[in-house]
């Protein structure tokens, strides 16, 4: 709720709980003893656990050109948000253009800013969108006032006689105003406790679930993902035996007029079909469902979450792509 609250203090109080995390101890762990089976707090008191789940999430990625630079946020935390809010100036840049920053543009543009996103890829949404369905989601977003430059990587900022951003440099020499750049680039997993126990091998009493935690090479970031994890965590330490069953992979663009799902992989040959402003797309690997994009509807979601990684035939795809 975070890209839609800002530059809204009244929004932005609303998303505070009015109680407490249910927290045991309020106080920041700063080392795991390993060997000890202990965990250390800031004030160096330690506490004993039999198993221990790290669930540290991730950060904001961030650049090191823009270490330091008076201008230059990211969007992660309520702190975050509240600091856009109060410093926000025109020009705006976005630089990333996948969904948090994409949502964020779209927050930004209804609330009176010029904004741009720059995308270094060739598409926004790349993970999640074909060229078919990302050209047409820039089209409607530029409608609505966006800006939109894809395929293009800032190499250097300009600041004024305050230190104050002013510009970015893009490669092909080319200057963009800018005095707020929001960057959206992803996130890294927050492992610092971890590297600083020296976890050279497994440790049988020590598990790791979200974005924290890779499986299979790959760190999706998505609540789906943490959650399931979190409830293989629990029916095991409970006494039972289960395996981690990846979920199905989805994500939604947010946007009050239009709605957009990914679902899994959507890469590859599609079998698709573009009626005006829908487009469905269905990938298939094997013979089973690995993949959809429905854009524009979400008639066909139903079906999509209940054979992904299913058998499906090309004749059951023809059949949704009749409209």
């Known amino acids: 709720m975070l890209p839609h609250s800002l530059y809204d203090k009244q929004a932005l109080a609303h998303l505070i709980s009015p109680t407490d995390p249910p927290y045991l101890v309020k ?28 669930a540290t999430g991730s950060r904001s990625r961030t650049l090191d050109l823009f270490s330091g630079t008076d201008g230059v946020c990211t969007l992660r935390t309520f702190s975050d948000a509240k600091l856009i809010g109060d410093s926000i ?40 969108l074909d060229s078919k369905a990302a050209t047409m989601l820039k089209t409607r977003l530029e409608k609505k006032g966006l800006t939109i430059r894809e395929g293009v990587r800032t190499i ?24 707020t750049l929001i960057l959206s680039l992803g996130v890294s997993p927050e492992i610092t406790l971890a590297q600083g126990a020296s976890l050279r091998t497994s440790d049988e009493d020590i598990y790791a679930i979200g974005d924290c935690a890779e499986y299979a090479g790959q760190i999706p970031g998505i609540v789906p993902v943490a959650l399931a994890m979190a409830e293989t965590i629990v029916a095991n330490l409970t006494g039972g035996q289960k395996s981690y069953q990846e979920p199905v992979l989805f994500t939604r663009f947010k946007d009050e007029e239009l709605q957009v799902v990914s679902v899994g992989s959507v890469t590859g040959n599609p079998l698709s079909k573009e009626n005006g402003e829908r487009y469905e797309a269905f990938f298939l690997k094997d013979g089973n469902l690995v993949g959809a994009i429905l854009y524009g509807s979400v008639e066909h979601l139903k079906f999509v979450r209940g054979n992904y990684q299913k058998p499906v035939s090309e004749e059951d795809i023809s059949a949704l792509l009749d409209f």
């Not at 707090?41 to 656990?49: A, I, K, S």
């Not at 009176?112 to 598409?123: A, L, M, N």
């Not at 002013?166 to 490669?171: N, T």
């Open 89 to 128: 100036r025109n020009p705006v840049v976005v630089l990333g253009g996948g969904l948090l920053g994409l949502e964020t543009a779209l927050s930004l543009s209804r609330k009176g800013f010029d904004v741009t996103v720059w995308e270094s890829s060739d598409r926004i949404l790349v993970r999640q």
């Open 156 to 179: 250097g900022r300009r600041l004024d006689s305050w230190e104050k951003l002013v510009a970015l440099e893009m490669e092909g020499s080319l200057e963009i105003p800018c005095k």
């Open 27 to 54: 106080k920041p762990v700063t080392a795991i003893f390993c060997e000890e089976k202990q965990v250390e707090t800031g004030d160096g008191e330690r506490y004993t656990y039999d198993k221990l789940i790290l």
